[in-house]
């Protein structure tokens, strides 16, 4: 089975603190994505990597950076927390650019006071 | 972008019904898939369904992409089944691996 971590369900922070979210898959997937979910906006992309230290722009990603160093880790990077930055992040691999099931991880609620 | 319309929005049902939920998308697409994400907030694949019929146990999925719209049908129901159901489309435009959009979710209550 595919199995995708991320490093914490629940995360607490304050502004302006530097946040890192993390996450592993273990399929040696090519494509790896961080998304955030909020009330009545539903699931939207915020960046997504299809190798090694390339990363792409979703549809969001004022305020993020990632990083992807290694091809089984990608990190959410919020520079500088602010409250509006409080949501649920969901990271998301697949395979290639043929076969694009992707499998998601736990989510973090991230809180920032 | 493209656009993925989900009905309805919510559904409450008694244990042992049937039900359909439907997705709609605007443009031609290279992956569909269907999650249920449970109530602690992970999304679960359900069917990974770009075109076709498939089908595991109570839950089956038909995506008819000439008509741009999928449907998942869920048989004999239980309380278990409750939560929310997202369809997630790639388009093809984007050449693949590209991020899912995702639609605003039925939420399904099931009412012993």
């Known amino acids: 089975d595919v199995k995708v971590t991320q490093s914490s369900r629940y995360l607490v922070k304050r502004t302006g603190e530097k946040v890192f979210l993390e996450c592993v898959q273990d399929m040696d997937h090519e494509n790896m994505f961080w998304y955030r979910q909020d009330p009545g906006l539903g699931l939207r992309l915020i960046y997504f990597?299809?190798?090694?230290?390339?990363?792409e722009k979703g549809d969001i990603p004022e305020g993020y950076s990632v990083s992807r160093e290694k091809k089984e880790r990608f990190s959410l990077i919020l520079e500088s927390a602010s409250t509006n930055q409080t949501s649920m992040y969901l990271c998301?691999?697949?395979?290639?650019?043929?076969?694009?099931?992707?499998?998601f991880g736990q989510g973090t609620r991230l809180t920032v006071v | 972008g493209i656009q993925v319309e989900q009905s309805p929005p919510d559904l409450i049902l008694q244990e042992g019904a049937n039900s359909t939920l439907r997705c709609n998308f605007s443009d031609s697409v290279n992956n569909l898939q269907w999650f249920h994400q449970n109530p602690w907030g992970q999304l679960i694949n359900l069917f990974y369904i770009p075109s076709g019929t498939k089908q595991n146990g109570r839950l089956s999925a038909t995506t008819v992409a000439t008509e741009r719209y999928s449907l998942l049908y869920i048989s004999s129901s239980q309380t278990t089944d409750s939560g929310v159901y997202f369809c997630?489309?790639?388009?093809?435009?984007?050449?693949?691996?590209?991020?899912?959009?995702f639609g605003k979710g039925t939420h399904l209550i099931i009412q012993p």
């Open positions: 990597s299809y190798d090694v230290k390339m990363k």
């Open positions: 998301a691999s697949s395979f290639g650019r043929e076969l694009t099931e992707a499998f």
């Open positions: 997630a489309v790639e388009p093809r435009s984007g050449g693949g691996a590209d991020g899912l959009t």
